[in-house]
């Protein structure tokens, strides 16, 4: 069983900064994809960026140049940092994992954490 829990949201004028975390629990983490999700009211959740396991990274045209997503293995943390922050960049941001590797049909969720940028 994973655990995923985010950190870091907040409220933030545009043009801003945060950098979320997400804390995993479970056996071989260094192993998973990890991905940030977003989900603003009324639209479908989208993706914002994944990271494999050997740290390849991957951003939603929306964000690219300005969130950048990591990992550090040895604390079993996922980042996302978020700069140049937009009105539009105001959601719910969930992480997600999968343990097989795949960067795809994840299986574990975390409870989100709320950004809201005012212009």
């Known amino acids: 069983q994973v655990q995923l829990v985010e950190s870091g949201g907040g409220s933030v004028q545009a043009g801003g900064s945060l950098r979320l975390s997400c804390a995993a629990s479970g056996y071989a983490y260094s192993s998973y994809c990890m991905a940030w999700f977003r989900q603003a009211p009324g639209k479908e959740r989208e993706r914002v960026a994944f990271?494999?396991?050997?740290?390849?990274?991957s951003h939603a045209d929306a964000v690219k140049g300005r969130f950048t997503i990591s990992r550090d293995n040895a604390k079993n943390t996922l980042y996302l940092q978020m700069n140049s922050l937009k009105p539009e960049d105001t959601a719910m941001y969930y992480c997600?994992?999968?343990?097989?590797?795949?960067?795809?049909?994840?299986?574990?969720w975390g409870q989100g954490t709320q950004v809201t940028v005012s212009s």
């Open positions: 990271i494999t396991r050997v740290g390849s990274t």
């Open positions: 997600a994992a999968n343990p097989g590797g795949w960067c795809s049909g994840w299986n574990y």
